[in-house]
């Protein structure tokens, strides 16, 4: 199997005020904000198509859950399917079932704090 984690995929926060995190980014980061959040792409990534994203949730979002943390930390990783398997071997249990949709592979694992951990296969670029 290749590497497990190929690289960050982004940060999912928790948050009250939706749009004063996102006004707050953008005036003094300067983080042009999108609804769902912003994207950055990476010239020295050796993946010409991977990107990061920062993205806001309202606070208490279902997506986060079983994890009580605020934040939730998103791998990109080249084989979903293997590394499914491999945790799968290694008594690792997964939150939900994998996700296959437009943007990509997803599952979820909890680390030993009980942090979300998504775990993402970019799609191909045809």
């Not at 792409?41 to 050796?46: A, E, G, L, T, Y």
């Not at 997506?63 to 071997?89: G, Q």
């Not at 996700?99 to 997803?106: I, S």
């Amino acid at each position: 199997m290749e590497k497990r984690v190929t690289g960050f995929g982004g940060v999912f926060i928790q948050c009250r005020d939706k749009a004063a995190m996102h006004q707050w980014y953008e005036k003094h980061l300067g983080i042009k904000m999108e609804d769902w959040g912003a994207m950055f792409q990476r010239s020295d990534d050796p993946d010409p198509n991977a990107y990061n994203v920062l993205s806001f949730f309202k606070e208490g979002a279902d997506y986060f859950k079983p994890s009580r943390s605020s934040f939730m930390l998103n791998f990109r990783v080249a084989d979903l399917d293997a590394l499914v398997e491999a945790l799968r071997t290694e008594g690792v249990s997964l939150v939900g079932e994998p996700v296959n949709d437009q943007f990509g592979k997803f599952a979820w694992v909890l680390d030993p704090e009980g942090n979300k951990i998504e775990l993402w296969e970019q799609p191909k670029e045809d």
